[in-house]
């Protein structure tokens, strides 16, 4: 996403408390998990009292296997509890994890439906998806194993010094002094290790970006002869965040040497000092060899936390890109309210629709549009025109509510869309780009997308207004066909036809195109025409039209330049009259229709 500084400690704090936050949908299993892998180190103790009671009668007073079967019998009770409660703890923080990324994913899912797919275009498709998936992944280890391992940090040194100390006094000193280093030296490599980690997500983004790009544009580069010079620059690239992920790794490797090294010594300065008491005489064996016992026990959780603590990198660095997305404001226009009347959220073909004094403009530029004053019939067909660069698209995308800044001059039934609710207003328009959208699944699933209860026989008949039921039929699989990615397997214009059938099932009361006719044959296009002409006689069609078939059959036809109305009217008045509409006629859009 985008390029960030290290998080400052407010930035740390925040970020940890965003954290802490998602996971209260699994606060309780979260809890739960540590509670049973607290009480799983409980009997890990008592294990080894009774193991050393054991060793202790056997050797010393020279007990029978019949005399300590008894012990053995609870020893081995204790390694049963133990394992299921350690498979318990596992499987319910991997569960709780499971939870918080499902609901992490769906929240972001509706932020970035809410704020649109021009946040989408301006973020980067790769970063977006980075952030969605392996930044969402990353979040697992955070939850399930980084997370308890913090918890058991504190509690099991605990529990074991609770018993230490009235045991031994001194292997208790010895244990609560050197406890500490593990942690401080954690904190101290942490830091850095923060630092090299964020640089690599930033890395991580701008590959995923630079990806994406280039593997969607893939012809493109070969028709250029450009590939080999892209592959130089992927190489770049990827090499830039091998070497910030080598970095992080050798951070990790030093750290986790160092506190393997430091347990180490702990555990081995504890027993040579066992030994020497031992050998002196002031220690008794069972004593010693419960310390012993106990001893990597002790620093056993310090040790998980610190091979755990990359997961903690992780996961902040990932929910920053998470939280800036969610903190993203929607809109620069006051709340939506929740009481917005019917007449507002359930679109009717009697509704009006009227654009009053629309000003958008991009940030950081005088583009977009300015002043747009428009008023839409609730039926009917209305084209809009302009040269490349009017601001066709902009103006859908305002009346679609994409631009919550400018949604007040949007008026439905007098009522602007400000004071209604943005996705059930989206739910009353069915729009179909240039390039419309399918998803990997078959033909029928694309198009029940926009009616999932619809019947096959709903789904046929919207296939054969969009003029495709011809085509599907004819395939080996017919509506059970499945489609590649974006629609791959069909052509452009049957991808269109595909769309159509979508928004005609969905009957929705304002249909949006871009030229719906521009890919097909003459026979189709007039069969899809005709489909899309009895539409409009019972709702309302916008159509951003590029031919004078389209033009000629529109009740309305808005010209734009430069982001403004520059004529408005029927085919047959506008023809007549000289002006902006007839100089484009004669110039772009005989151009097209000849073509
Ligand atoms: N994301 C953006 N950031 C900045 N300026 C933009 C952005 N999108 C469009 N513009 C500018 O806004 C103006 C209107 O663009 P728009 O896409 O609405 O035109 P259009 O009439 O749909 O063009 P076309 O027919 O080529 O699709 C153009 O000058 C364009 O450069």
Known sequence: MTTKARPDRAQQLLLRGFLKRESKPAALALKFSIALGTFNALLMIAGAYLLAKIVHVVMFDTAGLSEVSDLLWALGGIAL???????????????????????????????????????????GHGAMLNTLHDGVEAL???????????????????????????????AGLIF????????????????????????????????????????????????????????IQIAKISDDFRHATLSVLKIAFLSSFALEFLATISVALVAVIIGFRLFFGTLDFATGFVVLLLAPEFYLPLRKLGNHYHARLEGI??????????????????????????GFTSLTSKSEIRLKKLTFTYPDSNEGLHEVSLSLPATGMVAFVGASGAGKSTLFDCLLGFHPQVISHVNVNNLPLSEGDIPSWQQGIAWIPQQPTLFYTTIKENILLAKPDATMDEVKRA???????????????????LLGEQGEGVSGGQKQRIALARAFLKQAPILM???????????????????????????????????????????????????????????????????????????????????
Do not use: C
Not at 82 to 102: C, D, E, T, Y
Not at 532 to 550: C, G, M, P
């Open 463 to 481: 296939a054969q207004l969009a003029g495709a039921l011809d085509f599907i039929e004819l395939l080996p699989n017919g509506f059970d066909t």
């Open 513 to 595: 195109l871009d030229e719906p006719t521009a890919h097909l044959d003459s026979a189709t296009e007039l069969s899809v025409q005709n489909a899309i002409n009895e539409y409009a006689h019972s709702h309302l069609v916008l159509v951003i039209a590029h031919r004078l078939n389209t033009l000629k059959k529109a009740s309305n036809i808005v010209l734009l330049d430069n982001g403004r109305i520059v004529q408005q009217g029927d085919y047959q008045s506008l023809s007549q009259q000289a002006g902006p509409f007839k100089a484009l006629l004669t110039s772009d859009m005989h151009e097209v229709e000849n073509a």
């Open 140 to 170: 697992h280890d955070y939850y399930a194993n980084y997370l308890p391992s913090v918890a058991y940090s504190a509690l099991i040194p605990l529990a074991i010094l609770v018993v230490i100390f009235p045991t031994d006094w001194q």
């Open 317 to 342: 660095s990932a929910a920053g890109d998470m939280l800036e997305i969610l903190q993203t404001p929607e809109s620069a226009s006051p709340e939506p309210k929740n009481t917005a009347p019917s």
């Open 176 to 231: 609560l002094f050197t406890a500490p280093l593990i942690p401080f030296f954690m904190i101290l490599v942490g830091h850095k290790a923060e630092q090299l980690n964020q640089a690599r997500w930033q890395q991580l983004a701008v590959l995923g970006n630079y990806f994406f790009d280039r593997v969607r544009g893939l012809t493109q580069l070969k028709l250029f002869n450009a590939t080999k010079r892209e592959l």
């Open 81 to 123: 509890a133990r394992g299921i409660f350690l498979a318990l703890s596992q499987r319910l923080s991997a569960h709780a994890a499971r939870n918080i990324k499902s609901s992490m994913r769906a929240n972001l899912l509706e932020k970035i439906t809410r704020l649109g797919p021009r946040f989408t275009d301006q973020k």
